[in-house]
């Protein structure tokens, strides 16, 4: 499966937010989107996915017009997990999960969706508080639980708004190992935003930096992620060193 954003822009009333967005991803691949607060990283995960309708521009994957799909399509095609997941609701783990479900089962529970929720349970260690109420679990363990909603909903694209934002180093790692061995053994796409290099570095098979509203930077990882870039659109500077295929970004004090 190809997708791919040609021309997209945004506006919220009259303020620009994204000008002539375009790249071109497939399934296998991760692609991190890079950029500072406010540039618009999740207003164009919500674009691609129509959360919010483009104001100009196409989002087409294989090269059918998005646009054209009814919401049930769009549903089964995008799995999205936001980056605020609170919730009002008082329901549990496991039913927040089987909520993945709900686009293929029309609300009637099959033993394939609880066999799939329980496997994602186990695999993301959600088990021991599987019947915890949502709104009593950590940040850490709130964000889990809506990536193993999204991996449930097993579509063939999945967007990720800063997952990873609330995670300790380990649970950072286990969750991209998860999430990166989907994307190669399933082989869908995912599309992330994500404010760690080092992380976008280690998992992501493409990175965007966003500036300015635009594509500022766009390639693999030793293309993107370098000082000078990173001087430009950041404003902060930093040592990058090549080590083992992967690029790590050293914040200095400045
Ligand atoms: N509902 C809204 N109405 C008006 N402006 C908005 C709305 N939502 C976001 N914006 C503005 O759009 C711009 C882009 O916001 P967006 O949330 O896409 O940024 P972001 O790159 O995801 O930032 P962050 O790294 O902080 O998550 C910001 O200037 C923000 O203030
Ligand atoms: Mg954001």
């Keep these: 499966m190809k997708l791919k954003v040609d021309k997209l822009g945004f506006s919220y009333e009259k303020t620009p937010i994204l000008k002539d967005i375009s790249f071109e991803t497939n399934s296998g691949e991760i692609t991190c989107l890079l950029g500072p ?57 496991i039913d927040t999960v089987l909520m993945g479900r709900v686009q293929n089962i029309n609300f009637k529970v099959k033993e394939e969706d609880k066999e799939i929720v329980f496997n ?7 088990n021991n508080i599987a019947f915890k109420n949502i709104n009593n679990l950590s940040g850490g363990e709130r964000q889990r639980v809506f ?29 991209l190992e998860i999430i990166s061995s989907l994307v190669k053994e399933k082989n869908i796409m995912a599309i992330m935003s994500i404010h760690d290099l080092n992380i976008a570095s280690m998992y992501g098979d493409k990175i965007i930096m966003l500036k300015n509203s635009g594509v500022y930077s766009y390639g693999n990882t030793k293309e993107v992620i370098n000082e000078e870039n990173i001087k430009q659109v950041y404003g902060v500077n930093t040592i990058v060193k090549n080590m083992d295929e992967t690029t790590y970004t050293f914040l200095c004090k400045q």
């Design 120 to 126: 994602i349970l186990e695999e993301m260690n959600l």
């Design 37 to 93: 607060n406010g540039t618009g990283k999740t207003t164009l995960l919500k674009c691609i996915s129509r959360i919010i309708p483009p104001s100009s521009g196409n989002v087409l994957v294989d090269g059918t017009l998005i646009n054209k799909m009814n919401t049930k399509e769009l549903a089964k095609l995008f799995s999205y997990v936001p980056q605020s997941t609170h919730t009002a609701f008082p329901i549990s783990v």
């Design 147 to 175: 990536i193993a909603k999204a991996i449930a909903q097993q579509s063939p694209i999945i967007l990720l708004d800063e997952p990873t934002s609330s995670l300790d180093m380990k649970n950072q790692l286990e969750t």
